[in-house]
C-alpha cells in the first residue's frame, strides 16, 4: 500500500528555533512537495523537487529550506521558525510525468506546527 | 498560470440529500483535474480524477464529477450524502509535463445534517 510518512503529527516549538520537518515515502516516487495548508487559503507550495538533490522553489518559499539527499526523505527546514508559520504542513510524492495517468499525488497526514 | 476556484467555501447539507461542489479551472490547453477529500486533521485522499476521455468520472465513496470544457468546471457531485462525507473537498489542477505541480483551490468544507 502507498505510503507517505511525516515523522510527527504535532510540534510545538519557540520561536527562532532551527525545527525539521521529516516525511518519507516507499513508493520510488522522483517528485516530491511540501505544502502549507492554512484555512481559507487552501493549499500552498512551498519547496518541491523532482530528484534527489535537486529542489525548485514553490509559491511560499520564504523563511524554508528543504533538503533531500535521498530519493525517499524530503525535508523542510525552517531556519527561524516565526509565529506567522504555526500551520499544518503537508507532504506529498508523485511518480514523475509518464503520459498522464499516473501523476496524481499521495499525501502524509500532515503535520500541525504551532510556534509559541 | 493555471489556477483554481471553488466558490462555495462552506455548504451544509441535510443527510440522504443530494450534493454539487463547485470547481472552476484556468488553464490554457486540456488541464488535469482532481478531487481531493480531508477529514478532519487527516492528509487529502484522492477522490476522483481526469485526464481525458470520457467527460463523467467516477471515483471513490459514490463520487463522481463531469468536465466541462465550455465553462472551465470540474463540479463534483454524489446523489446522496452520507454523514461520513462530512469534511474538505479540494479541488485541483495540474499542468502536466515541466510543471510538476499541483494547483490547489481553497477548498470546500461539507457540513452533513443528521
Known amino acids: 500500500d502507498v505510503k507517505v510518512t511525516q515523522s510527527s503529527r504535532y510540534l510545538v516549538k519557540r520561536t527562532g528555533e532551527k525545527v525539521f520537518l521529516e516525511c518519507v515515502q516507499d513508493?520510488?516516487?522522483?517528485?516530491m512537495f511540501w505544502y502549507r495548508q492554512d484555512p481559507g487559503l487552501g493549499l500552498r507550495l512551498i519547496y518541491f523537487?523532482?530528484?534527489?538533490?535537486?529542489?525548485e522553489k514553490g509559491d511560499i518559499p520564504e523563511g524554508y529550506s528543504v533538503s533531500r539527499e535521498k530519493k525517499e526523505r524530503f525535508s523542510l527546514i525552517l531556519e527561524s521558525a516565526s509565529t506567522n508559520q504555526t500551520s499544518m504542513y503537508l507532504c506529498?510524492?508523485?511518480?514523475?510525468?509518464?503520459?498522464?495517468?499516473?501523476?496524481?499525488?499521495?499525501f502524509g497526514q500532515g503535520t500541525r506546527l504551532t510556534v509559541v | 498560470a493555471q489556477s483554481v476556484t471553488q466558490p462555495d467555501i462552506h455548504i451544509t447539507v441535510s443527510e440522504g440529500a443530494s450534493l454539487e461542489l463547485r470547481c472552476n479551472y484556468s488553464?490554457?490547453?486540456?488541464?488535469?483535474l482532481f478531487w481531493y477529500v480531508q477529514s478532519p486533521g487527516q492528509g487529502l485522499q484522492l477522490l476522483l480524477k481526469?485526464?481525458?476521455?470520457?467527460?463523467l468520472v467516477q471515483g471513490i465513496k459514490g463520487f463522481e464529477a463531469e468536465f466541462k470544457r465550455s465553462q472551465s468546471s470540474f463540479n463534483l457531485r454524489k446523489p446522496s450524502v452520507h454523514w461520513s462525507d462530512a469534511a474538505e473537498y479540494f479541488c485541483a489542477v495540474y499542468s502536466g509535463a515541466g510543471s510538476y505541480q499541483l494547483t490547489f483551490g481553497k477548498g470546500t468544507k461539507l457540513s452533513v445534517i443528521p
Open positions: 523537487s523532482y530528484d534527489v538533490k535537486m529542489k
Open positions: 481526469y485526464f481525458s476521455g470520457d467527460t
Open positions: 513508493m520510488d516516487h522522483e517528485n
Open positions: 488553464y490554457g490547453a486540456t488541464p488535469y
Open positions: 506529498a510524492s508523485q511518480t514523475k510525468w509518464q503520459g498522464g495517468f499516473n501523476t496524481e499525488a499521495f
